[in-house]
C-alpha cells in the first residue's frame, strides 16, 4: 500500500470462497487506525480474507499487518 497515515479513510472487506466465486462484504468504511484495529479483533480464518482498500490502492490485510 502507498504511504498512508492513519487517519486515511479506507474500505475494509472480506472476500469470501463461494461456488460462483465467492463476494465482497464491507466491514467497515472510516479511518486507516480503526480498520486495523478492527482487523486484529477478526478470527485467524477471517483475516486471510480481509483486505483494505484506499482512492488508488487494494492491499491485502496479512501482507500489511505482517510488515
Known sequence: MR???D???VRLYHLSDGP???A???LFYGPL????A?????SDEVQEGLFLATDNDVVAYLDLAAD
Request: hydrophobic share 35%.
Open 33 to 36: 487506525a480503526d480498520a486495523l
Open 20 to 22: 460462483d466465486g465467492g
Open 24 to 26: 465482497a462484504e464491507t
Open 3 to 5: 504511504s498512508t497515515s
Open 7 to 9: 487517519s486515511t479513510s
Open 38 to 42: 478492527m482487523a486484529a479483533q477478526q
